[in-house]
C-alpha cells in the first residue's frame, strides 16, 4: 500500500485574522501529530503545485476567477469577501496550492504512482460553489480534482464523499447537473450553508444527522444510505471532502463523533474502492477547527489510507444504532449556526 501526502509550506501563509478558526495552526497540529505518532515515517511525501488557470477554470466561470484574481490586499492587510471569508495577501497562492495538491493527487493514482492520496492543505473547497467563495472557501479544491481526472485520464463515473459537519454545498452546486459525478454527503442537519440541504437530484445524496448524533448512529446512516448507491454507481474513482469537525470536541456545532470514526469510514471508501476503481482513492482536507481532535481524527484517516491498525480502538464491524445518541460534552449551544462562531 503506497500512501502519498501531499502538502505545502505555503498553505501556512494564508491567515483570515487572529481569532479565526481557519488558522495556519490548523496544518501544524497535523503534522506534529503525524510526527509524534511516527505515522508520517509510512507515507511518500510531495509538495503540492499550484493549480493551473486551465485546471481552476473547468469549474469556475473564468469572470469569477478574475474578480478573485483582483482582491488580495497589500501585505498585512485583510480583505474580508463575505462575512465569514477573509482573504490577505497570501490567500490566493494557498488557495491555488490546495486544488493543485488534488490534482497531483489525481495524478498520481491515475499513474499507479500510489494506490491512495491525502492532500493536508488549506484554505478548505467544499462551501465554493461555482461562481461564489465563501465558508472559509475559494476554489473547491476536490471539484477542480474531479475535473482534471476527468478532462486528462477520461475518468467518468467519480464519487466524491464528504463527511464534514457542514454541507459541501459547493460540491453540490457544481455537480448538480451531473449524473457521472455521486456526491454522497454527511452533516448536521439544519445549519449552515442553508443550501441544497434537500437535493432534488437522484446522484446528489445527503445525510444530515440529528444534534447529538454519534458514533453508532452515524455509522448505520452510512452504511445503509451510503453503500447501495455506491455499489450501484460503480465509481471509477473517489474522492473525500475529508472535514473532521463533527468530533465531539470541536466547537462548530453539535456531532459527537470519535476519532475511530474517522478510521472506520476511510476504511469504508477504501473497500467501495477496491471492489470498482482499484483503491484509487484521493482525500483533502476540509474542515476541523480543535486543534487536538483535528490532528488525532487526521491521523486516523491516515492510519487507515495507509493501511496501519487504529489501536485501542473500538470495534470496525457494524452495530445497530443507539436507541439515545450520546450527549456531547464540549457543545456550545450559542456557537452552532455559522462556520465562523
Known amino acids: 500500500m503506497i ?6 509550506s505555503d498553505c501556512g501563509n494564508h491567515f483570515m485574522g487572529p481569532t479565526h478558526p481557519e488558522s495556519p495552526l490548523r496544518l501544524q497540529a497535523i503534522q506534529r501529530q503525524l510526527a509524534l505518532s511516527g505515522v508520517i515515517q509510512h507515507v511518500q511525501q510531495y509538495d503540492a503545485r499550484p493549480a493551473t488557470l486551465e485546471q481552476l477554470a473547468r469549474v469556475h466561470p473564468m469572470r469569477h476567477l478574475q474578480a478573485l484574481d483582483k482582491c488580495p490586499p497589500q501585505a498585512g492587510q485583510l480583505l474580508a469577501l463575505s462575512e465569514d471569508t477573509v482573504m490577505c495577501a497570501d490567500s490566493l497562492v494557498a488557495a491555488r496550492l490546495a486544488a493543485g495538491a488534488v490534482v497531483r493527487g489525481i495524478d498520481q493514482v491515475m499513474r499507479n504512482q500510489a494506490d491512495n492520496v491525502f492532500c493536508a492543505v488549506r484554505p478548505p ?17 476536490v471539484a477542480v480534482g474531479a475535473l482534471h481526472a476527468r478532462q486528462q485520464y477520461g475518468v467518468r463515473r467519480i464519487a466524491i464523499l464528504d463527511f464534514d459537519v457542514h454541507q459541501g454545498n459547493g460540491t453540490v452546486d457544481i455537480f448538480k447537473h451531473d449524473p457521472d459525478t455521486l456526491v454522497c454527503s454527511s452533516f448536521q442537519n439544519a445549519m449552515y450553508p442553508w443550501r441544497y440541504l434537500e437535493s432534488r437530484w437522484e446522484h446528489i445524496h445527503n445525510t444530515p444527522l440529528a444534534e447529538g448524533c454519534g458514533s453508532l448512529d452515524f455509522r448505520h446512516a452510512i452504511e445503509a444510505q451510503w453503500l447501495k448507491k455506491l455499489d450501484d454507481f460503480k ?8 472535514g473532521f469537525d463533527a468530533h465531539r470536541e470541536d466547537p462548530m456545532a453539535e456531532l459527537c463523533l470519535e476519532d475511530d470514526d474517522y478510521y472506520w469510514i476511510t476504511r469504508l471508501a477504501m473497500d467501495v474502492a477496491r471492489r470498482h ?35 485501542d480502538g473500538i470495534s470496525l464491524r457494524h452495530s445497530p444504532p443507539a436507541a439515545h445518541a450520546s450527549p456531547k460534552v464540549h457543545a456550545r449551544p450559542d456557537e452552532r449556526d455559522h462556520p465562523l462562531f
Open 125 to 141: 473547497g467544499h462551501h465554493a460553489e461555482r461562481a461564489d467563495a465563501m465558508g472559509f472557501c475559494f476554489y473547491n479544491n
Open 3 to 8: 500512501t502519498s501526502y501531499i502538502s505545502h
Open 277 to 311: 476503481c482499484q483503491g484509487r482513492v484521493v482525500s483533502v482536507l476540509e474542515g476541523g477547527y480543535c486543534l487536538e481532535a483535528l490532528a488525532r481524527s487526521t491521523e486516523a484517516h491516515v492510519k487507515a489510507l495507509a493501511g496501519l491498525p487504529m489501536e
Open 235 to 242: 465509481p471509477e474513482l473517489i474522492l473525500i471532502s475529508a
